[in-house]
């Protein structure tokens, strides 16, 4: 199978070419695509130097699928173009909200795969979002989900390459004491937390915090009340979420953490002790997404607290996309 990635030298193309290396993922040729301006540039795959091509040059009639990772303002101009060619997996947020467009997390709803064939295109979800269903589905299943508050805790890869950079340069220059300038965050990311991620809206919750309730909705149920506080902290790599469930039933501490010990893609780490629980740094490069202080809210009936933390570049983008490639292969939902 032939597979194009566009967006290969950003964050999650990277990652995405990296997961591809490790899976069985059979590939007979991988055609690596960005902008002119990374026109030529040399990326290896299995040991073998790959040539990225420009978009504006790409054919993608070579391909069945193609993974996109360049952000929405790609998505809105090439995707429907390479849609009449291929299947196409977009990892940005301009397909999550269509309605005839699928926002897959294939341990949630998979079975939505087959609705690729109204316009060839599989939203992949966002970031923060992806790992509260995965951890809330088989709980979802028992109890019902009523209500989900949620504090997401997002690193700032999430941003991109030069908000990353921006930190570990602000990290720097704080040590020197030098004026720390912000050109990608509202005000210092160094050594801070900030509550506002995507522009305000006039509700005055911001686009990220619409989004998860918007994706929860779509992917889990769109009975289940949402609402979240998105915060923009001073971690490179993984994002964390604070969630407070309520379910329409009484619940059971000991069975929540067997059934979720027992499902696909969770792992719970849940002492009541000094470290028991894991934190963004232990979660990088690991495909899992860990479920940590588990209890219930004393406060209220049938309802418990949950700390969720993922990579934001692995589950969170890159390996949910690959993860909907390999639904499709075996569904054989591929191609034409």
């Not at 591809?20 to 993922?25: C, D, G, K, S």
């Not at 897959?104 to 923060?128: F, H, R, Y």
């Not at 209500?147 to 720097?172: C, F, H, N, W």
């Amino acid at each position: 199978m032939n597979i194009a990635i566009v967006g290969a030298t950003g964050n999650v193309g990277r990652k995405l070419i990296e997961i591809l290396e490790t899976r069985n993922f059979e590939i007979s040729e991988l055609y690596l695509v960005a902008s002119s301006r990374s026109e030529g540039k040399k990326i290896k795959f299995l040991e073998k130097e790959h040539t990225v091509i420009a978009l504006e040059k790409f054919d993608f009639s070579k391909v069945k699928i193609a993974f996109f990772a360049a952000g929405s303002s790609i998505a809105e101009k090439w995707a429907h173009i390479a849609a009449e060619k291929t299947i196409v997996i977009d990892n940005s947020k301009y397909f999550r909200k269509d309605p005839d467009v699928p926002l897959i997390v294939p341990e949630v709803n998979s079975k939505k795969l087959s609705d690729v064939k109204n316009k060839n295109i599989i939203a992949n979800g966002n970031c923060s979002v992806i790992p509260v269903v995965v951890a809330l589905k088989p709980l979802h299943d028992l109890y019902n989900v009523k209500r989900i508050v949620a504090s997401t805790y997002q690193s700032v890869s999430g941003a991109g390459k030069e908000p990353m950079d921006e930190l570990l340069s602000q990290t720097k220059e704080y040590f020197e004491n030098k004026k720390l300038d912000s050109k990608f965050f509202t005000k210092q990311i160094a050594f801070n937390a900030i509550p506002h991620i995507d522009s305000f809206l006039e509700s005055g919750y911001t686009k990220e915090e619409q989004k998860t309730s918007d994706e929860i909705k779509k992917i889990l149920d769109k009975k289940i009340k949402v609402t979240s506080t998105c915060v923009r902290i001073p971690v490179l790599v993984s994002h964390s979420i604070s969630a407070n469930v309520e379910f329409d039933k009484k619940c059971d501490l000991d069975e929540i953490r067997t059934v979720l010990s027992s499902s696909p893609g969770c792992k719970v780490v849940d002492e009541h002790k000094d470290g028991g629980y894991i934190t963004p740094v232990e979660a990088e490069d690991k495909f899992e997404t860990f479920i940590s202080r588990i209890r219930l809210d004393d406060s209220q009936p049938n309802t418990i607290n949950l700390w969720i933390v993922s990579d934001n570049l692995l589950k969170g983008a890159a390996l949910n996309a690959i993860q909907i490639a390999e639904g499709l292969i075996k569904e054989e939902f591929y191609g034409r």
